[in-house]
């Protein structure tokens, strides 16, 4: 296959080959409570070890976070945030050679994350915080930009939209626009539109019926699904580590319809969901 250069996204910090379609992001979090793995990787040692695994399993990018945002959940210091991902941060950066990834709504958190070896920004907020936006240029990073309606704690509480598709929509263009206007460049923006953060399951699923509007938007997309609450309320899989098959077919719908990074716990299984839905894109 001929690699066009704009398969390829190049930065200081690292690289990601688009050329056979879809990646995979394995998901790294520190911390006590996330919905699914939560004090699993509290350990740093424990989560250096899982961040070398998923990138021997295939993972194009680690995304480590230091604070859950499940629903309800609490924020968590800069402090203690810091204190969580540097040192993992830091030991990863010397062993792996895929970009690492900082999941952080906080300034102080994704400068530090960043000083340590991190390459990419993940944040939820799209950038609220000026600062961040700054850094992003000043670094010249990538940045994942995402839709949430409220706040983490609250975001459950009835979401409401008039229309959800072009209400995220719309919301993700301008902020891709902001982010741009402030130096970033177009090809370092993925959108993301932030399935479960402030949605229900009919809003989850219109998203995703709807994913290739966003594929379309000029911005590549990120997505994630992994093991969350709308397929175990699907399949009737209470617990988040037994929805990986519900996931799968989540990721090979975003993989089809040309989304490029599937954010994912199961980085070895999700990989050939994407292996295989990547190969039948190819041939439509």
């Known amino acids: 296959m001929v690699k066009n250069k704009t398969d390829i996204l190049t930065w200081p910090g690292g690289e990601l080959d688009f050329s056979a379609g879809c990646v995979v992001m394995g998901v790294l979090n520190i911390t006590d409570d996330s919905f699914s793995d939560g004090g699993d990787f509290l350990d740093p040692q424990r989560a250096v070890a899982r961040g070398i695994e998923l990138a021997e399993q295939g993972a194009a990018t680690i995304d480590i976070g230091a604070e859950s945002t499940r629903p309800g959940s609490k924020p968590v210091s800069s402090e203690e945030q810091i204190k969580r991902v540097v040192p993992v941060i830091e030991k990863l950066a010397a062993k792996i050679k895929i970009p690492i990834s900082i999941d952080s709504r906080d300034f102080q ?13 993940n944040d939820i907020t799209s950038l609220d915080d000026s600062r961040t936006i700054s850094l992003a240029t000043e670094k010249n990073v990538p940045v994942v930009l995402m839709h949430i309606q409220n706040s ?72 994630g699904t992994s093991r969350k609450n ?11 580590k037994d929805r990986i ?13 040309g989304v490029s990074i599937v954010r994912v716990h199961d980085v070895a299984q999700m ?7 990547n190969k039948l894109r190819a041939y439509k």
């Open 109 to 121: 958190t994704t400068k530090a994350a960043l000083d340590a070896g991190a390459s990419l920004i």
């Open 152 to 223: 983490p704690e609250n975001m459950q509480i009835k979401p409401c939209y008039k229309n959800v598709v072009k209400e995220v929509f719309d919301y993700l263009i301008k902020k891709a626009k902001i982010a741009e206007q402030a130096g970033i460049e177009k090809q370092k923006i993925f959108i993301d539109p932030g399935i479960g953060f402030g949605k229900t399951l009919e809003h989850n699923l219109d998203l995703l019926g709807n994913i290739d509007i966003f594929v379309n938007s000029g911005y590549r997309v990120l997505l």
């Open 230 to 240: 709308f397929i175990g309320t699907i399949t009737g899989k209470t617990a988040p």
């Open 271 to 277: 990989l050939d969901v994407v292996k295989v839905a």
């Open 245 to 257: 098959f519900g996931t799968a077919a989540t990721v090979a719908l975003a993989a089809a319809k």
